[in-house]
């Protein structure tokens, strides 16, 4: 219901309107991208997200698309990057999906921060598109070691920490009381954490919907994930562990929605 729902289609297509789209995708059409589901008890260590950017440029320079959607911060011109044109970002390699927007909506009630439990980490954005150009550039000066580069690792996401990145966790702003339904956007190239422990006394639950606009990329993907759709298997994405065939009530095609048949590629 909610990955189909108009008025959140009707969101994302304005909010994809803010890129420099022309050529490159279609902003009012979307692509279902069945992501996952976030439960947190109370007390849950488990479950946390440590202060990273989504789409994980651990390798950003290693392939030539890569290298041209970050190709002025490389060249030394940070000030001419634009972290709203996706010219380029379509051909990167990372992602089987290209998301333009991250997002999710909230499924019960999170506490904001609270001044009298510091410890109490809320979801957490540095809203600095820019910052990316900091990350990419930290790792490439005289002090950090060339085998190191601020921690990066191959397939892993590219993480922030107070050793490498005092700056950027300076300007993390915790997010504000969250009630059902609330939902929270976040451009793909700004930090973004969650505690490592849940200190609320409720369940905290979250979907992720990402923003995939109709583009051959995000169309090539959706017949494989409407077949495991299908068969309530695993989207192609995530480990196949097969639990969703069993479900009782799981949806099926009957369950859509003409736009979620649309977004779902049928």
């Known amino acids: ?20 789209f022309e050529g490159v995708f279609n902003p009012d059409r979307q692509c279902t991208y069945a992501d996952r589901v976030r439960r947190r008890q109370p007390g849950d260590k488990t479950l946390g997200l440590p202060r990273t950017w989504t789409p994980a440029p651990s390798s950003a320079g290693s392939t030539p698309a890569t290298k041209k959607v970050y190709e002025n911060i490389f060249a030394g011109d940070w000030r001419g990057y634009d972290p709203f044109d996706a010219t380029h970002r379509l051909n990167t390699q990372e992602n089987s999906v290209t998301r333009r927007l991250q997002h999710v909506p909230h499924v019960s009630r999170m506490d904001g921060p609270h001044p009298s439990r510091p410890e109490r980490r809320h979801p957490a954005t540095n809203s600095i598109a820019e910052g990316i150009a900091y990350v990419l550039l930290r790792a490439l000066q005289a002090d950090v070691d060339e085998a190191d580069l601020c921690g990066a690792a191959p397939g892993r996401a590219l993480g922030v920490s107070p050793e490498w990145h005092p700056d950027l966790i300076a300007g993390l702003v915790s997010i504000p009381e969250v009630m059902p339904g609330d939902t929270v956007f976040w451009h793909t190239d700004i930090c973004h954490s969650v505690g490592d422990e849940h200190a609320g006394s409720e369940y905290a639950s979250v979907i992720y919907i990402g923003s995939a606009p109709d583009c051959p990329k995000n169309r090539a993907y959706l017949p494989k994930q409407k077949q495991a759709f299908l068969q309530g298997r695993s989207a192609p994405d995530f480990a196949a562990m097969g639990l969703r065939s069993q479900f009782q009530g799981r949806a099926t095609e009957q369950d859509l ?10």
């Open 1 to 20: 219901m909610a990955r189909q729902d108009a008025r959140l289609a009707e969101t994302r297509a304005f909010l994809d309107r803010l890129w420099k």
């Open 257 to 266: 929605t003409d736009l979620g048949r649309a977004q779902m590629g049928f």
